[in-house]
């Protein structure tokens, strides 16, 4: 199998694709509403201010319904860098699994370079495997910043899918001209495959296991998806202390019925070598 090209185009189901607007306050709503349960709806004044001059936020209709958006916000930080924050970005349940995310996220990345952005960034709970998947192995994303329980008002005010762990999250961000984003390509599965079957341990890669579905654990076993929480929250920030950067995500077939998520951290990760994962893996299986 040929390696993994970077920012893969998903199948052309897209009808129309264009910026929000303020007249899609309704239809964001709904969205909300529809990926993330009990999550209060944005206030409408505060969708007009963010998206009223700009045109950042990208949405995806089919047969004129929204059923994907990206709220992006345009981000200043200390050292007076832009960037493109992606504060919120859902597809509609029952159209998941098509490609939507991807396109969205491939409109972010054209979006941050026709606007002169360095950079983009956003953060996503490491436990849900979609997203990782989404974040990593599609954009080519890559994240060495763990932040613990970062909307510390959940319990209160948060979504369901929130419930019953704290909010730690990933930091992914990217430089959209990067060659690493434009050039580089990512190891096969059977690459993956053959370093855990060999359980290769370099210094050079490491594998974190993710969970399948940290949704469907939680309802069956609560105590199960704490305690991948909490190996989460101390194995993935020594790994960023010691140099390592989260830059994939592998899935492997471990049986005929059971199939192993990993997030893939490599040392010394250079966003200006596209061949750097790669490299890694070849010196590890060698």
């Not at 993935?236 to 471990?254: C, E, H, M, W």
């Amino acid at each position: 199998m040929m390696p993994d090209t970077c920012l893969k185009s998903p199948e052309k189901n897209i009808q129309n694709i264009r910026p929000l607007t303020t007249e899609d306050y309704q239809g964001w709503c709904e969205l909300i509403n529809s990926v993330w349960p009990g999550l209060p709806s944005t206030l409408e004044h505060d969708f007009i201010a963010i998206i009223k001059e700009t045109n950042v936020s990208p949405e995806i209709l089919i047969q004129e319904k929204l059923v994907g958006a990206s709220l992006n916000i345009v981000k200043i930080n200390p050292e007076n860098q832009l960037s493109l924050l992606v504060h919120m970005l859902g597809v509609d349940p029952d159209h998941q699994g098509q490609g939507i995310g991807q396109q969205l996220m491939q409109e972010n990345f054209q979006i941050a370079r026709e606007s002169n952005l360095p950079k983009i960034q956003l953060t996503s709970d490491p436990l849900e495997t979609n997203n990782v998947s989404l974040y990593l192995h599609h954009s080519r994303m890559h994240s060495n910043t763990y932040v613990p329980d970062l909307y510390t008002q959940l319990n209160q005010s948060g979504g369901e899918q929130h419930r019953g762990l704290s909010a730690d999250r990933l930091l992914y961000q990217a430089n959209p001209n990067s060659p690493w984003i434009l050039q580089g390509e990512l190891p096969s599965t059977e690459e993956y495959t053959q370093l855990i079957q060999q359980d290769s341990h370099s210094s050079k890669i490491v594998l974190v296991e993710i969970p399948a579905n940290i949704v469907k654990l939680k309802e069956e076993d609560i105590n199960q998806a704490q305690t991948w929480r909490q190996s989460h929250a101390q194995t993935l920030p020594q790994l960023f202390d010691q140099g390592y950067t989260a830059v994939d995500r592998a899935k492997i077939n471990s049986s005929p019925e059971s199939t192993n998520h990993y997030i893939v951290c490599i040392n010394n990760f250079d966003e200006n070598n596209p061949d750097c994962l790669q490299d890694a893996i070849s010196s590890s299986l060698n």
